[in-house]
């Protein structure tokens, strides 16, 4: 097996491994710091597509955690990514914010509502109606349905949020089954744009998560080391219900620093 020490680029999960609640997870800071002391190239990775890259580094600094924004790969910029090498150009009915218009701008496409090749689905807190109708109508009349990211539901405070995945079914409900392609997590295209972005290679690379059906089925389809923590939503006793498993399973990141090499 490959061990940590010789691994040269490092993408990782957000949430539930480096931040819980608003809060840094214990060891995230240090783990980060390493790889920066040690010349080790990382992403960190998050299947939302709400935020900018800006906005992200933004919202980690509030949880005391130091990250260049050009250390952040989303959904929003591995689907403007796809689409760029699919369809450069191409004319698109986007429903979504800031993270996904801006990514979609600047790899150079036209958003419109006016016959667009594809309609793109991302995460929104102001679903509309009129919105949710008009992709309804392009995806009949033929246009191609892209999503950023499969998740169904996402996390608040107050209790679960309905995600990306939740209104693709919605519209997929509506057009008699039409299935979008989905670009985030599990789909191993997140991580193959996250590697070429960072040029990496997977047998030199590893991918650190606490979900077993995205992150560790994900790293593992991609040919990466695979780092299970147990810092976010699997416990060590879920782990045998997978028929697949991770490389080493840690409690969280703060375990993995005595296993890197030091500058
Ligand atoms: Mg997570």
Redesign the pocket.
């Known amino acids: 097996m490959r061990e940590p020490a010789e691994i040269e680029c490092w993408l990782t999960?957000?949430?539930?491994?480096l931040v819980r609640e608003d809060h840094e997870i214990p060891g995230a800071g240090d783990l980060i710091q390493r790889w920066v002391d040690t010349s080790r190239r990382f992403l960190v990775l998050t299947n939302n597509s709400i935020f900018t890259q800006r906005d992200l580094a933004a919202r980690l600094v509030a949880t005391g955690l130091t990250i260049p924004e050009e250390n952040i790969w989303t959904s929003a910029l591995a689907t403007a990514r796809f689409l760029a090498d699919q369809h450069p150009g191409a004319r698109l009915f986007v429903i979504g914010e800031a993270g996904l218009t801006t990514a979609l701008h600047e790899a150079g496409f036209i958003l419109t509502d006016s016959s667009p090749d594809y309609v793109v689905l991302g995460e929104t807190r102001n679903y509309s109606f009129e919105a949710i109708t008009k992709a309804i109508r392009f995806i009949e009349s033929g246009a191609r349905f892209i999503c950023t990211n499969p998740d169904a539901t996402g996390p608040s405070p107050q209790g679960p949020l309905p995600a990306t995945g939740s209104v693709a079914a919605l519209i997929k409900a509506a057009t008699g089954g039409r299935e979008p392609y989905v670009v985030g997590k599990p789909n191993p295209m997140m991580f193959r744009s996250a590697l070429n972005r960072i040029e990496a290679h997977s047998e030199t690379t590893a991918m650190i998560?606490?979900?077993m059906d995205t992150?560790m089925v994900a790293g593992i389809e991609a040919g990466l080391l695979t780092v299970l923590v147990l810092s976010?939503?699997t416990r060590r006793e879920d782990i045998d219900l997978y028929p697949y498993r991770p490389n080493i399973v840690l409690d969280s990141v703060n375990d993995l620093l005595p296993l890197l090499s030091t500058p």
Do not use: Q, S, W
Request: no cysteine.
């Open positions: 999960d957000m949430d539930g491994v998560g606490d979900r992150d976010g939503i």
